[in-house]
């Protein structure tokens, strides 16, 4: 039947030896990663943002995975029957409004108490040479259940004829500002930009180790890009001050030279092939 060798092609995610879901890991494990494409972060649409915020938000709340599963599956079926030639049962688009109202609320309030907690982390971060980023979250629409049923229902007929839900936390905003200056962070330097993702990046795994007793593991493709030597410094000091796992990866090998030796490995992929250092 092919079933079989389907199946082998399939990822699977096992736990322990058995079987789980893929949103299921984050039970076990927290990861967060910074890329050189993140680095456009604030410059670019609010969906990356919101991605961002979520990976943060699932080190801390491993439901919250499985909630914006659910929502965005109800939210698909509602658009599909609004969309629809005939009219759809009226009570079949209720039942996923309420659905949406559930998860979304989850949703909402897993991100507040992320947010909070993370701008005070932030505040008292030694940040050293790094741009102090403060957060907040730029809302479409109410939060709370009951008001996201009444909104969704009110707005079918616009949302039909856009096409999509425009009230939600689907189109919620990450907003980033520079605590120093006051300033967008949309509207600072490339240096000070990567400066406050990275504060946000230690600051949150600062949070995580408090909250769940165990360190997240990082990985940092091209960190020193757009870091001068003395953000570089603070950065690999910051990092060896924190115990749990980071991985670094860079096309300059001379850019990790301020790496402490205490714990550090180094590995060379060339060829295809991953060699010790």
């Known amino acids: 039947t092919g079933t079989a060798a389907a199946r082998a092609r399939r990822r699977q995610v096992r736990v322990n030896g058995a079987a789980a879901a893929a949103n299921s890991l984050a039970d076990w494990l927290a990861v967060v990663w910074l890329t050189p494409a993140m680095d456009r972060l604030f410059l670019e649409s609010a969906g990356g943002r919101r991605r961002f915020l979520d990976r943060l938000v699932l080190a801390l709340h491993p439901a919250h995975a499985r909630h914006a599963a659910r929502y965005e599956a109800a939210m698909r079926e509602r658009n599909r029957l609004l969309a629809a030639d005939r009219p759809a049962d009226p009570g079949w688009i209720d039942a996923l409004e309420a659905r949406m109202a559930e998860h979304g609320a989850a949703i909402a309030l897993a991100r507040a108490d992320t947010l909070e907690a993370l701008d005070a982390q932030i505040a008292t971060l030694e940040v050293g040479p790094f741009a102090q980023p403060a957060l907040a979250l730029e809302r479409k629409g109410p939060v709370e259940a009951d008001a996201l049923i009444a909104a969704l229902r009110s707005g079918r007929s616009r ?19 520079m605590r120093q200056k006051g300033q967008a962070a949309a509207l600072c330097s490339t240096g000070e930009q990567k400066a406050m993702l ?4 230690l600051a949150h795994a600062d949070l995580v180790a408090e909250r769940r007793g165990s360190r997240l593991i990082l990985l940092l493709d091209e960190v020193a890009a757009h870091l001068d030597p003395a953000r570089r410094a603070a950065l690999y000091e910051q990092l060896a001050d924190r115990s749990g796992q980071v991985w670094m990866t860079g096309t300059d090998a001379s850019l990790f030279d301020a790496v402490p030796l205490s714990g550090r490995a180094d590995w060379c992929v060339s060829g295809g092939v991953v060699s010790p250092q």
Request: glycine share 14%; net charge negative; aromatic share 0%.
């Open 159 to 177: 949302d039909a004829g856009a096409g999509r839900a425009l009230a939600g936390p689907h189109r919620d905003d990450l907003i980033v500002t």
């Open 198 to 201: 990275i504060a946000i990046i």
